[in-house]
């Protein structure tokens, strides 16, 4: 499993933008598929956006065209960049990481505080 730790959450108007980064140490990070997922209060961990190791990614339909996720091997870094922010992305961002061969996420950050007001 890889460390991860999450940073670039805050407080944004509606609208708005926020870079969310998440860096992993520990081991190998090139060959992890990895992923955003957030938590609203009171609701269940959704899925945002995944990339893979070969760089493949994905989006959750309500984030699509709105948000991009990317990664930087040589930096052992993952982002996501969030454009037109609205009240319902307002939650807890968590990284995730999937090493090679297994079907789950397996490493977890703690997860930073994005919140968006109306």
């Known amino acids: 499993q890889v460390q991860l730790v999450e940073s670039g959450g805050g407080l944004v108007q509606a609208g708005g933008s926020l870079r969310l980064s998440c860096a992993a140490s520990g081991r190998i990070f090139w060959n992890y598929d990895m992923a955003w997922f957030r938590q609203a209060p009171g609701k269940e961990r959704e899925f945002v956006a995944s990339?893979?190791?070969?760089?493949?990614?994905n989006y959750a339909d309500s984030v699509n065209g709105r948000f991009t996720i990317s990664r930087d091997n040589a930096k052992n870094s993952m982002y996501l960049q969030m454009n037109g922010l609205k009240s319902e992305d307002t939650a807890v961002y968590l990284c995730a990481g999937r090493s090679p061969s297994t079907a789950a996420y397996d490493s977890w950050g703690q997860g930073t505080q994005v919140t968006v007001s109306s």
């Open positions: 990339i893979s190791w070969r760089g493949n990614r």
